[in-house]
C-alpha cells in the first residue's frame, strides 16, 4: 500500500512540475557547451508560458531573444560576482560557477529583451528555464 501511494505521488509531482515547466522538456530551445575552468559545461535553455500574456508578440521577442544572446567577459565576471554573494550555495568548483555565470548572463538577455518590448519582469510572462552539466 505504502509502495502504491509513493508511486501515485510521484507521478502527480511530476504531473504538475511538467505543467508548470519545471522538468525538463525532451526538445530545448538552447544549448551551449562552454569551456569554463577545469573542464565544459552543456548547458540548456528553454521556454515556457506562465501565463496567458504571452502572446505571439512575448514568444518572439523571447526566442529571438534566447537565439542571439551572446556572453562577454565583462558579463561572466559580474555573473560570477553576483553568484558568490549568495550565502546558501556553495560552489563545488570555479567551474561550475563558469557555468552558472553564463547560464544566467543569457537568462538575462531574455529578460532584458522583454523588458524592453514591454513585458516586463515584474510581470514575467515567460520563464526561462535552464540545466547545467559540467564536466570539471
Do not use: K, Y
Not at 505504502?2 to 515547466?21: D, E, F, N, P, Q
Not at 522538456?25 to 577545469?38: C, H, K
Request: charged share 25%; glycine share 6%.
Amino acid at each position: 500500500m505504502r509502495r502504491a501511494l509513493v508511486l501515485v505521488a510521484s507521478c502527480v509531482s511530476i504531473a504538475v512540475l511538467a505543467g508548470c515547466g519545471w522538468v525538463r522538456p525532451d526538445v530545448v530551445d538552447r544549448a551551449d557547451d562552454v569551456s569554463v575552468t577545469g573542464g565544459t559545461c552543456r548547458i540548456e535553455w528553454w521556454l515556457a508560458a506562465l501565463n496567458d500574456g504571452a502572446t505571439d508578440e512575448a514568444w518572439g521577442v523571447a526566442r529571438e531573444a534566447l537565439a542571439s544572446a551572446t556572453v562577454d567577459e565583462a558579463e561572466l565576471s559580474e555573473w560570477r560576482e553576483l553568484l558568490l554573494l549568495d550565502d546558501d550555495v556553495t560552489w563545488a568548483s570555479p567551474g561550475r560557477l563558469d557555468g552558472a555565470a553564463h547560464l544566467e548572463a543569457v537568462r538575462a538577455d531574455v529578460r532584458d529583451a522583454l523588458a524592453v518590448a514591454g513585458f516586463p519582469d515584474s510581470d514575467r510572462v515567460i520563464e526561462v528555464f535552464s540545466s547545467q552539466l559540467c564536466t570539471v
